[in-house]
């Protein structure tokens, strides 16, 4: 992000309509906040294939702002293309994004039931991917509780604000492929 650049944040709330309701509110929460930070910030929203148009759209509307926001629908090669960071659901996504170099939050809730007993069987140091590829906490993870909007939102601004470590964290994500 070169100085004085409008930052451009992709939100990957997922493929899956629970992961939508659950991520999307989310998300766009803290993109809210982030336009208190970044005045100039532009949003871009996918929306994967397998998910009703209408879904996301009945949630934009319930969190306005005031950052141009464009809905992309079909895949997510535009996002990677046009944005500086995207605040990504834990999966495959996250994948993609890396190989891209694509800086990002990763972001994951479930029921809390879920999460309890995936808890108990899965030992592992971090969820996401990108992080069990490198083997440590490449991008910042925000899983169940502190996938929270103020907690979103501080991360993505501390990458926003550092165009360095923004640039140095593109370069570690290539080494990914």
């Known amino acids: 992000l070169a100085a004085g650049a409008s930052p451009v944040v992709g939100l990957l709330p997922g493929s ?10 989310v998300m766009l929460q803290a993109a809210r906040r982030l336009e208190n930070q970044f005045k100039s910030i532009c949003l871009q929203v996918s ?7 209408k879904l996301v759209d009945g949630i934009l509307r319930r969190f306005p702002g005031r950052a141009p926001l464009t809905v992309v629908a079909g895949g997510i090669a535009p996002i990677l293309r046009d944005c500086h960071l995207v605040l990504a659901a834990s999966g495959t996504v996250t994948l993609e994004a890396a190989i891209g ?13 879920s999460y309890r007993i995936g808890k108990a069987l899965i030992r592992v140091k971090h969820i996401s991917l990108v ?8 991008v910042p993870e925000l899983i169940q509780d502190a996938a929270n909007p103020a907690n979103i939102a501080a991360a993505a ?3 926003l604000a ?6 140095a964290l593109r370069t570690e994500l290539l080494t990914i492929r």
Not at 16 to 25: A, M, S, T
Not at 47 to 53: K, L
């Open 101 to 113: 170099g694509m800086p990002m939050v990763i972001v994951y809730k479930v029921s809390p039931l």
């Open 131 to 138: 992080n069990l590829i490198a083997g440590r906490e490449l």
């Open 16 to 25: 899956r309509e629970g992961e939508i309701r659950r991520l999307l509110p």
């Open 47 to 53: 929306v994967a294939p397998t998910v009703d148009p």
């Open 157 to 159: 601004a501390a990458l």
């Open 162 to 167: 550092d165009p360095k470590r923004l640039s």
